[in-house]
């Protein structure tokens, strides 16, 4: 970040909480701090702090400061704001946020930056169900110890531990599978909502998250593929499982290998393509959402889960070669380009 430009927290004109005040687990100026360092000011400065405030930055990377530099971007350490608008900030743009002068204004800082969690790539149900439900348990989870890994090794045993429940034919009981796998997809968004809340992102957790997944999606096709052989007497459904089962880990490794090695800046994995979007990166990239385990869950309650094989059988081979596909055409403009 060296060469970029510099941020002074200065104290707001008007009334203000204190700026160590708690705000998502974060102090209200560390938090700032933090996000204009994720947004690219090279320095952050914070004029006339207090012990107390002095306590709450430690770590930082904050500078304390009796007066603004010359020509730094002022900012009232009141305002709460996220990574983006610092961004925006840092680039020249007018500052934007939530101004925290009294408690009564915190809901509301608070809710303006679980919104900024949400991603322009969510799928629909992901977005207007799923994300109310795991945003309002970070809410709750931003405050204490818990890491965004430890909530994903969390999410991944709720997973695993609905497989069982598609060996059976009942309804009951595949109903219990297909809302312990729904819980595991909602309470995944918590582990990278929290690692954004508590800036502790890393790129041995987006892994862990990534191949988490994997994980939870295979064993629970190896046991539709096992309950519709059972019920069926025949031998076709193991087929199905396992296309479906070596089609999510051919597909899991091609993504790894081309979006998760080697040095990278940003999110570790936002898209299959790594160039530029086409029509089947774009299919790809819908494929990839997780609104298919509504369908199981719906098929569940007509004791129909593991039928979902099938359908998986053919659409996630069909995935990894649109995978593969992608990956010549990125290739391909490579190649052009140099």
């Not at 904050?62 to 996220?82: C, I, M, R």
């Not at 064993?219 to 193991?238: H, K, Q, S, Y």
């Not at 298919?292 to 359908?311: Q, R």
Request: charged share 15%; hydrophobic share 50%; with cysteine.
């Amino acid at each position: 970040m060296s060469g970029g430009p510099t941020l002074a927290l200065v104290a707001p004109e008007g009334p203000a909480v204190a700026p160590e005040r708690i705000v998502l687990g974060l102090p209200l100026a560390r938090r700032t701090v933090l996000a204009a360092r994720r947004g690219g000011f090279s320095r952050v400065t914070v004029v006339g702090a207090t012990p107390a405030l002095a306590a709450a930055l430690e770590g930082a990377g904050a500078e304390l400061v009796t007066q603004a530099p010359p020509g730094a971007v002022l900012l009232s350490w009141n305002v709460v704001a996220q990574t983006k608008q610092m961004k925006e900030l840092a680039a020249g743009a007018a500052s934007t946020g939530v101004p925290v002068a009294s408690p009564a204004d915190l809901p509301r800082a608070e809710t303006f930056l679980l919104k900024g969690l949400i991603k322009d790539t969510e799928g629909f149900m992901s977005r207007y169900f799923d994300r109310a439900i795991s945003l309002a348990v970070s809410r709750r989870l931003a405050g204490t110890r818990i890491t965004p890994n430890q909530m994903t090794l969390i999410a991944v045993a709720i997973g695993v531990a609905g497989a069982p429940f598609f060996l059976s034919q009942r309804p009951a009981v595949q109903i219990v599978g297909g809302l312990l796998f729904l819980l595991h997809s909602i309470l995944d968004g918590c582990d990278g909502e929290l690692a954004r809340l508590k800036f502790q992102e890393s790129r041995w957790g987006g892994i862990l998250d990534f191949w988490g997944d994997n994980v939870v999606h295979m064993a629970v096709f190896a046991a539709m593929a096992v309950g519709l052989a059972r019920a069926t007497g025949e031998d076709w459904p193991l087929a199905c499982g396992a296309s479906a089962v070596l089609g999510t880990a051919a597909s899991a490794w091609v993504v790894h290998q081309r979006t998760m090695t080697g040095p990278k800046d940003g999110p570790l994995f936002t898209s299959v393509a790594t160039r530029r979007e086409t029509t089947v990166s774009r299919i790809a990239d819908a494929l990839s959402r997780r609104d298919f385990i509504y369908l199981v869950l719906i098929m569940s309650a007509f004791g129909k889960a593991d039928w979902f094989i099938v359908l998986a059988a053919v659409a996630v081979p069909a995935f990894f070669l649109a995978l593969l596909v992608v990956a010549w055409n990125d290739r391909r403009v490579a190649r052009s380009v140099s």
